[in-house]
């Protein structure tokens, strides 16, 4: 990638010597390989030193992906840095480890038969969404291809509110995005929605456990309902594949009752992120098919492993395996109580925040928590002289990250503002940040007139 540098930073050299005096260390190139080495410490200090312009990540109200883990888990992270997950010939532990993760989150997602489960660890749940488009679009190809039918055009279908990662998967995969309309009563994919979108090309339908701008839960058993009696009728066989991201660490230990997952035979597969609410440090992500048979066989490659044959199916070849090893750290040290307990946490602050930000008359709010622990509001207050993104930027000056970004395709016209409740935002820490917006407001409401526009607001906003 290629990037415009702006400002001061377009000096071609940076200066060495942040702190003492260093013999010889003066300036060293910035856009180009220097031509000699220096100190660990000073290669240290420059970059420890520019990364003080970086957000304190605990602050990021805006991310989901986990930003503390304890120290213990610290440590296991530092002695298993330097495990590649694909060295499964050198490192048969980490692998097998992999492999119970795969099968608790199978138990998790109630899979009928846990032990009859594909799955595999991700990088992300990016990766896990190819890897799921990529089953269905071979599975389709090969139904077509042995029914003598057209491979031509398949489609994918699935809500205007999907994260970017599916966007993605069509283009780079070559699949046309069926993008159903949300409404502002019903920002989520409606059966009725989907029915009118697919058709014998449908690859499959993908419902979101947690939708990434306003946190809901599709209605997966309602989609699979609709999908059956249109297979009652006209013979089409349509899979579902639910991207839980999010919601896959969250509905499992809060909405134990909600029949989102394995339990709704449609589903074929599910992604979540290990490093969202899954409670690991990124990068990590699981993708998991309910049967073998789900998975053409043509996708998987086999590597050597203790002597054998591992199936593995990735896009990546190389990756970290220590974040793996944090996962089934996390499953050992918190089991289901203890995660139930850190998103009740979650979910108990982002009430809290819901409901003191509608006392203060001010702000609709749109998502107060009640599916996934974030909260989302808008206003439509024209008698003032400032927009969410004033206030987003007028937090910013007490460091905290709280976005304000257009609501997705169909409803671009509403700006909202978005907290996601991960671990470690503390009902003290939401208390702190609700006295800062109820001083924002006040200086923001002091002002005489609108402040310049200093920032474009952003065109999307995919996390
Ligand atoms: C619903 C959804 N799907 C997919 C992704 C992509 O996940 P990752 O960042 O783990 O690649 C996200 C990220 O926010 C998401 O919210």
Wanted: net charge negative; charged share 25%; glycine share 6%.
């Amino acid at each position: 990638m290629s990037h415009e540098h702006r400002g001061a930073s377009t000096s071609d050299e940076i200066c060495v010597n942040p702190l003492f005096a260093r013999r010889s260390e003066h300036a060293i190139p910035r856009w180009r390989l220097p031509d000699d080495e220096m100190l660990p410490e000073t290669a240290y200090q420059i970059i420890h030193d520019e990364l003080f312009l970086d957000g304190n990540a605990r602050q990021n109200f805006a991310t989901f992906v986990t930003t503390w883990m304890e120290p213990e888990a610290t440590q296991l992270y530092v002695e298993a840095f330097d495990k590649n997950m694909i060295d499964k010939d050198e490192y048969p532990q980490t692998a097998e480890i992999e492999e119970r993760c795969i099968h608790v989150l199978s138990d998790l997602w109630n899979a009928p038969d846990p032990h009859g489960t594909m799955g595999t660890s991700t990088i992300g749940s990016s990766e896990a969404c190819m890897l799921a488009g990529l089953a269905f679009k071979r599975r389709w190809q090969l139904a077509r291809r042995a029914a003598g039918k057209s491979t031509e055009s398949p489609n994918i279908v699935f809500s205007s509110a999907v994260q970017v990662v599916w966007e993605k998967f069509a283009n780079y995969f070559e699949v046309e995005p069926r993008y159903v309309p949300i409404t502002n009563d019903r920002p989520y994919l409606t059966p009725e929605g989907m029915l009118a979108a697919v058709d014998e090309n449908t690859i499959g339908v993908v419902p979101v456990l947690g939708v990434t701008y306003n946190g809901v839960y599709e209605p997966v058993k309602e989609l699979a309902g609709a999908l059956d009696d249109l297979e009652a009728r006209t013979g089409l066989d349509i899979p579902l594949h639910v991207d839980a991201a999010s919601g896959g660490f969250v509905a499992p230990f809060l909405d134990p009752d909600l029949e989102w997952d394995f339990r709704v035979s449609r589903v074929h597969s599910i992604n979540a992120s290990g490093h969202k609410f899954g409670l690991v440090y990124p990068g990590l992500g699981w993708i998991v098919w309910a049967k073998r048979d789900y998975l053409p066989e043509e996708l998987i490659f086999n590597v050597s492993y203790l002597g054998g044959n591992m199936p593995t199916l990735a896009l990546n070849f190389s990756r970290p395996g220590a974040q793996v090893l944090l996962q089934y750290y996390n499953f050992l040290r918190l089991g289901r109580e203890g995660y139930r307990r850190v998103m009740q946490a979650s979910k108990n602050a982002a009430r809290y925040l819901a409901a003191e930000l509608a006392k203060l008359g001010r702000f609709d709010v749109l998502s107060d928590g009640s599916d996934m622990p974030l909260v989302t509001w808008t206003t439509d207050d024209r008698e003032r002289a400032w927009d969410l993104y004033d206030l987003s930027g007028k937090l910013r000056e007490r460091g905290w990250q709280v976005p304000a970004y257009p609501m997705p395709a169909d409803i671009t016209d509403v700006t909202v503002m978005r907290v996601v409740f991960r671990n470690g935002v503390s009902m003290d820490l939401t208390r702190m940040l609700l006295d800062d917006i109820v001083a924002a407001i006040a200086f923001l409401d002091a002002l005489p007139a609108a402040r310049p526009d200093t920032v474009d607001p952003p065109i999307a906003f995919h996390h």
